[in-house]
């Protein structure tokens, strides 16, 4: 239990710091065109590191998951709605899966 609250400390400092230091850094506005654009992109780029390996790795052979990922992509960048895209994401894998079942029945991917 003494190590849990030793974590837990370190843990909270530690994310603290990381939320407290650009206050404490950047008192003034931020008048550089390339900084103030880098740190505007910064959450698209963290979501895209988190979302797109868990993408590939959320059905049971990469080909369906990467056709759902391009298929929820391609509809994405159009424009459309999230329950469209996640919906035809979702047809998208499911047909990728069913044509390698049956295209390829004997074969493990």
């Known amino acids: 239990m003494k190590d849990f609250w030793i974590y837990l400390a370190i843990l909270a400092g530690s994310t603290y710091l990381i939320r407290a230091i650009p206050f404490a850094a950047f008192q003034k506005k931020i008048k550089s065109r390339f900084a103030r654009s880098f740190l505007y992109y910064i959450p698209y780029t963290v979501l895209a590191a988190m979302t797109i390996p868990a993408a590939l ?4 052979h990469i080909f369906s998951a990467a056709a759902g990922l391009l298929v929820g992509g391609l509809f994405a960048f159009k424009g ?16 990728v899966e069913l044509l390698l079942k049956f295209v390829f029945p004997n074969v493990s991917f």
């Open 57 to 60: 790795q959320a059905t049971g």
């Open 80 to 95: 459309k709605g999230l329950t469209f895209v996640a919906v035809a994401s979702c047809i998208a894998a499911l047909a």
